[in-house]
């Protein structure tokens, strides 16, 4: 749609050429900058998830063959940046932030970074339960996951208090931190959850709810509800 705008308050005719045409479909300055912000913040974390799995190789190397470290954007379709390892010191879901030169502050659950307070330790606990829950699911017994926050960026990670049930560590000593968690887990029962963690439908659950109305009950030829169940007469 055109809107035509006018120049001056008269009532006088004006030639269409002293007109201002406006689109109002057209992005406006302010959309224009929130979109290159979104798109400039897109290519950072691909970026960062390129840089990350460059290295994949030497942080096996240095956890050792007994590890097996997952990519959790290939298992679960999650746009975060972050994988799953699994070794002799447990499973542990890692969500990795690059805060570049920024201090990080953490006080208990809350996380300042340049005044700003982002959610990490939720929604590191949130991709942990998440593989927990798909893991125990698929085993049929319960296999608890730890959730690790790792920061890529070369800033000051400063504690005033850790978080509860949350390994914080910076990238580069995310090896030693795993490792000494200890022996938690044999051999066996690693390669079984590496196992599962590899299986597409671990992390594939069905809506139940949708295939329960798709599916009627019939009495002899007659419809009925969904939640009675009919009997033959």
Not at 2 to 31: H, M, N, W
Request: charged share 30%; aromatic share 8%; hydrophobic share 35%.
């Amino acid at each position: 749609m055109t809107d035509v705008l006018y120049r001056g308050q008269d009532s006088q005719p004006e030639r269409f050429d002293q007109r201002v045409i406006v689109d109002a479909g057209r992005t406006t300055p302010i959309d224009w900058v929130r979109t290159r912000r979104a798109e400039r913040e897109t290519r950072r974390e691909e970026a960062a998830h390129s840089r990350l799995y460059r290295r994949i190789g030497t942080l096996i190397g240095h956890l050792g063959d007994e590890w097996h470290v997952l990519d959790l954007r290939e298992l679960g379709g999650v746009e975060r940046i972050g994988f799953l390892a699994v070794g002799p010191g447990g499973v542990f879901a890692v969500t990795v932030k690059d805060h570049g030169r920024s201090r990080v502050s953490f006080a208990g659950d809350v996380v300042q970074i340049d005044g700003k307070r982002p959610r990490y330790v939720e929604e590191a606990r949130r991709e942990a339960k998440a593989a927990s829950e798909a893991l125990s699911r698929s085993a049929g017994v319960s296999i608890p996951v730890m959730p690790v926050l790792a920061f890529a960026g070369t800033g000051r990670i400063s504690f005033y208090g850790v978080p509860k049930g949350c390994l914080v560590t910076a990238y580069h000593e995310l090896p030693r931190v795993l490792n000494a968690r200890g022996q938690r887990l044999a051999a066996e029962t690693v390669d079984k959850v590496f196992a599962l963690a590899m299986h597409p439908g671990t992390w594939f659950q069905p809506d139940y709810g949708d295939l329960a109305e798709d599916y009627r009950w019939y009495r002899e030829g007659e419809q009925v509800g969904t939640d009675k169940r009919g009997h033959a007469e």
